[in-house]
């Protein structure tokens, strides 16, 4: 597993494999089979890695070969001869690990296994063969291992139907086919003889050697021997790169020749939130500076291999000193997107380089707050607008721990609360950061019941301070009302549910109580007989909203009226 020059890549996985294969030779807890899920999926993740950045050179073999076939094809195919065998082997351990998965679980999650809540993703469930799977989910990660623990699919699968067997032998000509590709090099040959290793093994204390099928394979828990698979499609994939890139520095035509050199930074975002971390790319970047590029900024397609046109509406960018000024005035927020091509001579001709970014744009914002005016009022709709700098109202959602909170117009950042409940509310809100939803943080609001009303008497009018009144027109008014003013809120209403009326009858005060608002007979009697001058007092005046559940009743000034 170790000697000769290994890359520090190569060191970490082999060490990796070494402490994996001894601690799944011990009686491991079920919290160290689940750890061994995660180093699969980080290995899975860094094989992904190794399989992107090889497409990258791939596409610069096409894209010499197609400046100067000459000298370039030769390289071009026997890289793409490699990829064929790498491919093939990478795809055939897949359908390898999707078969023991299935064995051991008798279902497979392919892509994701829960969501952001932690629900698990039924639609990813599929209990299908390989066969009956189509190319794109075979191209899907596995998501999930159950039974981590089961210690006979491997054996089933791999020892016992000769399926290991197979494997080694295509490992074996895969290794054989990239040894012949590095020639002379021995460090390289020695690194890929390590890495792809199929010999037969020796256990300590022991004299006789066990096969190398079964030393992976035999008694082995499912989340081992489906690591070690993703292992063996990591190093299929590292060895690719090695020497793909060995047949890469062979290929020196329709090369850019530079002149100078400085370092470039650049942010994957130019927008950060507090307690996020901020990232960034730090390179080396050379340029020609007897020539400037040409730059154009705008969509643009591919017309083929390593080659790019621009496509409708475009903007050519002022170069100076080699580099681009750009410049663009916003003119709505959120995350906008812009890319271009970047077009180069070269001694074969023009190449042209894609090239894309990303920018975040906040409103112009003035935020002033009335600290002790932070108020909603109990069962009403109360409109907020919600808003977080920097992200569209369309990348914000809220929750709400008092009642319900409804968007009412959610691409401007419109909602309306209303609250159930007196006390404190608490408005909490979320976007969109890297596909994820974080929390942005809360504002708390005071909950209060609606203002009372004040009791009143229609065709009263107030005069030097003092409320007058026709008694007939009294009469006809029919009872008290409730009326609530200087208050924004549309369809509050209340209603007396009772009331007393004082007023002097035939010489003697009489005291009248009533339920609801309208007057009852011996309150109109006493109304009629009521002189002018004298005066008649409406108290005890409770009033209740009909609009809403769970208010309480209020009590209301009470109305003292002068007969006319």
Sequence with gaps: MAGGNLSPRQKMINMMYLVLTALLALNVSKEVLNSFFEVNTGVVRTTNNFSSKNNETYNAFTAAAE?????????????????????????????????????????????????????????NRTELSWNDLSKEKKKLNIANLSNKENREASGELLVNSGKALELKGF???????????????????????????????????????????????????SVGALTLLSKMQSDVR???????????????AGSLKFTSAEAIQIPTSTFVLRGDSFRSQIFISAKDTTQDPTIYVGDYDSIGPGQYEMVGNFDTV???????????RTSSAGLQNWGGLVAMKTETGTKTYPFKGSYLVANKTAVVSPVNMNILYLEVDNPLKISVPGFSAG????????GKLVPTKKNIGEYIARPNKKGKAQVTLYAKVDGKKSKMGSVEFRVKEVPPPK?????????????????????NSGGVLAELKDFD??????????????????????????????????MINVIKNTKSGNTITISNIKAKRVDAKNTAVRALDPLVLEIK
């Design 67 to 123: 400046l100067n076939p000459v000298k370039a094809g030769p390289f071009r195919d026997q890289a793409l001869s490699i990829k064929k065998e790498a491919d093939a082997l990478v795809d055939y351990i897949q359908e390898l690990k999707y078969n023991l998965v299935l064995l051991a679980d008798n279902e497979v999650f392919l892509g994701q296994y829960t969501d952001l809540e932690g629900e698990v993703i039924e639609g």
């Design 171 to 221: 490992i074996n000509d895969y290794r054989t086919k990239l040894i012949e590709t590095a020639g002379s090099n021995d460090v390289l040959k020695l690194n890929i003889n390590s890495a792809l290793s199929t010999s037969d093994k020796r256990l300590s204390g022991q004299s006789a050697k066990i096969s190398w099928e079964v030393y992976n394979f035999e008694d082995m828990p």
């Design 238 to 252: 590292n060895t690719e790169a090695d020497i793909i890139k060995l047949l890469r520095e062979n290929i020196d």
């Design 318 to 328: 002022k170069v100076i000193n080699g580099k681009g000024m750009f410049s663009r």
């Design 395 to 402: 990348d914000i959602s809220a929750s709400f721990n008092n």
């Design 455 to 475: 009791a009143k008497v229609q065709f009263a009018s107030e005069t030097g301070g003092t409320m007058m009144i026709d008694k007939m027109r009294m009469v």
């Design 489 to 522: 809120f549309k369809g509050v209403r209340y209603v007396i549910t009772s009331y007393r009326l004082t007023g002097m009858y035939k010489g003697e005060q009489m005291k009248e109580d009533t339920k609801g608002p309208a007057f009852n007979d011996k």
